[in-house]
């Protein structure tokens, strides 16, 4: 029998049971258990399942008794608990597998297990909410078992407070606090773009303006652009601390006429040396302590 003809029968002996066996029926229904298997078409109805109990008819059962052919088992299992089924394929929470039939002897497919599980999750108006089980993705989050992965996405200018966006359910607990969605003041733009966009290499002195700035360890940090004779103008963190505080500048050298980044290439020609005399920075500019506004600087160059 293949997979398709079990379910079919089991809906129709699903039918047939909830005809036969309504509340009224409990006590002919309790009765067809029996010690012995008589009609040989009965199942030995096995131990109860940890954490739970098997039940027919919301009936608890009595391990080594057996069950009539024809009628349905499930587990009840205790708080905190969840019944799940097995299949070839591991774990399974479908309808199909919670529940077994009664054939010819046989349990249909194997019995419904109870499984540990973590608190429930829903969605919120500023959340929705899935839950994914061995990759496949639940109707809801209610008793998430083992291995359960809950994502969280958030509606528009909302974000998780953490980096992860979701949870995984282990040992009955959520592994990390199930993210939250709270408000943000706009909304990002996207990640991850570079500062130079389709950048070409450019041919020399096509930007004679430009400076090149080298630091006390001949590094170059920074760009200026020449102003006027001896005025260049930059940006004030690359000269002062994260407070905003200017380092010394003697520290600092101004090249001109630079087309290779490198404090000494053999292969620039014409370039011009100055040494800072003054820098001037924005009263406003406090670096860290207040997001870098008005980072820039004005640098007066030496005389000679
Ligand atoms: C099954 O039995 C339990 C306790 O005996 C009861 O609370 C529950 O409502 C019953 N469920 C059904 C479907 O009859
Ligand atoms: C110069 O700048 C480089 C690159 O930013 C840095 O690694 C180095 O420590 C700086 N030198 C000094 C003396 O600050």
């Keep these: ?39 040989k078409g009965g199942c030995l109805i096995p131990e109860h399942p940890d954490n ?17 052919a024809f009628n349905v088992l499930m587990a009840h299992c205790k708080k905190n608990y969840t019944p799940y089924g097995t299949t070839s394929k591991g774990i399974s929470l479908s309808a199909y597998s919670l529940l077994s039939v009664c054939i010819d002897g046989q349990w249909l497919n194997p019995l419904p297990l109870c499984a540990r599980t973590c608190k429930s999750i829903s969605s919120t108006e500023t959340e929705t909410v899935t839950c994914k089980h061995l990759g496949e993705t639940l109707d809801n989050c209610d008793n998430p078992v083992e291995g359960t992965v809950a994502r969280v996405e958030c509606i528009p200018f909302h974000e998780t407070e953490s980096p992860n966006d979701f949870a995984t359910c282990h040992d009955g607990v959520w592994d990390v606090p199930v993210p939250s969605c709270l408000p943000v003041c706009g909304e990002k733009r996207l990640k991850g773009l570079h500062h130079i966009i389709e950048g070409e290499i450019a041919v020399k002195s096509d930007y004679p303006w430009h400076v090149a700035i080298y630091n006390a360890t001949n590094d170059n ?31 600092y050298i101004i090249k001109a006429g630079k087309y290779y980044r490198a404090y000494e290439d053999s292969r620039d020609e014409g370039v011009q040396e100055s040494l800072i005399d003054t820098i001037v920075l924005p009263e406003r500019y406090k670096a860290t302590v207040n997001n870098y506004e008005a980072d820039l600087a004005i640098l007066v160059l030496t005389k000679n």
């Design 221 to 251: 940090i920074c760009g200026g652009t020449i102003i006027s004779h001896r005025i260049v103008l930059s940006a004030a963190h690359c000269f002062t601390d994260s407070y905003g505080k200017l380092y010394s500048i003697s520290d």
């Design 52 to 68: 739970g109990v098997y039940v027919i008819n919301n009936n608890t059962l009595t391990p080594g008794s057996y069950a009539p």
């Design 1 to 39: 029998m293949n997979k398709n003809t079990n379910l079919c029968i089991l809906i129709f002996f699903l039918g047939t049971h909830c005809l036969m066996m309504g509340p009224q029926r409990t006590d002919s229904y309790v009765r067809g258990i029996q010690d012995k298997d008589p009609d």
